[in-house]
């Protein structure tokens, strides 16, 4: 997959390009990027990076899905051929909706189709939407499809629906959105090294800047995507702050069942199965080593039909 970080100068033109945030990679998101799917075109995707939301309110707390890696290699592993992933700035914010359309989607970019939801919004004070592409993307030779919302008896597919599943510990309704497990990817840190000491060694993933699923143990599935130890594996997980060790800057760690290694700076993808306790203060560690025996032996029942 191609990259581009601009929106001048880009060598790769007419390509039939899907256009929105899409954090998470939802089917919702899905559906709009197979409409863009045209013989002869280059599939594309433009995006924006930082999200708008974090531009506009840089102090809200975090809200992302996914990282900024991790939304690339969703795309990449989808079939985008090109992703043109904007830089939201002072500059890209101020455009007019008209000077989006005519300096970004024609003239800079060169697209020959375009496809966006039927709430997209673009433009200085979000004045450019659906009709406005309608009016003024023939003028500069490009053809628009508008996708429908996509949704099930639950309601809408939306990244807004998939955070609050998450807080609300429901990784399986995550999942029916997502057309996939919820991954938290990142690179193996050096922890405290608590777990090993308490024989239950953790691989420590850092959550900074994401949006927090409920906090407490979960069943996982644990892919290794670097190192000498690259592979697929099952574990159980624990979000959060760690109260029995006093509050904590809150990480994800992972106990990998049946492992032995050194996994410190690969790169790994944890898909979160199913939300089994929330996060407990333990008066002492004998009961705190109870538990995560009892919360193993369950995760390894969970993932049996998963």
Known sequence: MQIFERYTDIPLRGASVAMGNFDGVHLGHLSVINLARREGAPLGVISFEPHPRSFFAPDSPSFRLMNVA??????????????????????????????????????????????????FRFGKGREGDVAFLREHCPEYGIELTVAPLISDKHGHYSSSAIRSALAAGQPEDAARMLGHWHRIDGVVEQGDQRGRELGFPTANISVKDLHLPRFGVYAVFFDVLTGPHKGNYQGASSLGDRPTFGRNIPNLEVYVFDFEG??????????????????????????????MHKDCAQSREILKNA
Do not use: M
């Open 70 to 119: 991790a939304k690339r290699h969703r795309l990449e592993k989808i079939g985008v051929d090109v992703l043109y992933d904007l830089p939201f700035n002072e500059a890209l914010s101020s455009l007019t909706a008209l000077e989006f359309v005519r300096d970004v989607l024609a003239s800079g970019l060169g697209i020959s189709h375009l496809v966006v939801g039927e709430d």
């Open 262 to 291: 050194d996994l410190y700076g690969a790169e790994v993808s944890v898909a979160l199965v199913q939300f089994q306790r929330p996060e407990l203060k333990f008066d002492d560690l004998d009961g705190l080593i109870e538990q």
